[in-house]
């Protein structure tokens, strides 16, 4: 079965870091582009940040200033978020998402893991 | 706001076809193609539409999509009852150098 399980959320004080993972399974991860998608509480989807199948090509949205930092282990079949200095706002559920065998602007976003919860207070 | 606009809000009767607008820019839409997402409460989003008007496996014909210059649109026919959710419209944007998402709309069957 193809799967994503995010890990790693929780609550930290503003100002702390936190790493983020995400599991793969069931298909060639090292194939794919890989993402990660915010949900802020009872609002929209943001992306957040996208790294292609060997981290070559790594954007990030505008917003985070250089906050967060998006990486793979492919090896591991395994994303990471790393974020750092985290303020209020960036309280969401996290989801990693699959992109595509192609480019990452033609990322498809077929395959989500159920997201892990992180809050900031 | 969101770089991609979408009503917030769309309704119809079970049975009736209804349709959630998405419009954006030369560099997101008028330049790539778009995908749109479908999200049950308390759920992960799920692929409905991509590349402009493809469906994944598994995702109903009443389902399509379709993309004009710098705006795109999903329709639902036969509205049923399940389809009562969230619908996200996306597409990459040359200008940003990243993904956007529209707002959202959420799709009441009354």
């Known amino acids: 079965e193809v799967q994503l399980v995010e890990s790693g959320g929780g609550l930290v004080k503003p100002g702390e870091s936190l790493r983020l993972s995400c599991a793969a399974s069931g298909f060639m991860f090292s194939s794919y582009s890989m993402n990660w998608v915010r949900q802020a509480p009872g609002k929209g989807l943001q992306w957040v940040s996208s790294i292609s199948t060997v981290g070559r090509h790594i954007y990030y949205a505008a917003s985070l200033k250089g906050r967060f930092t998006i990486s793979r282990d492919n090896a591991k079949e395994s994303l990471y978020l790393q974020m750092d200095s985290l303020r209020a706002e960036d309280t969401a559920v996290y989801y990693c998402a699959r992109g595509s065998q192609v480019a990452q602007r033609t990322d498809l976003f077929d395959i989500w893991g159920r997201g892990t919860m992180v809050t900031v207070s | 706001q969101s770089v991609l606009t979408q009503p917030p809000s769309a309704s119809g009767t079970p049975g009736q076809r209804v349709t959630i607008s998405c419009s954006g820019s030369s560099s997101n839409i008028g330049s790539n193609t778009v995908n749109w997402y479908q999200q049950l409460p308390g759920t992960a989003p799920k692929l409905l539409i991509y590349?402009?008007?493809q469906r994944p496996s598994g995702v109903p014909d009443r389902f399509s999509g379709s993309k004009s210059g710098t705006s795109a649109s999903l329709a639902i026919s036969g509205l049923q009852s399940e389809d009562e959710a969230n619908y996200y419209c996306a597409a990459w944007d040359d200008s940003l150098n990243g993904w956007v998402f529209g707002g959202g709309t959420k799709l009441t069957v009354l």
């Open positions: 590349n402009n008007n």
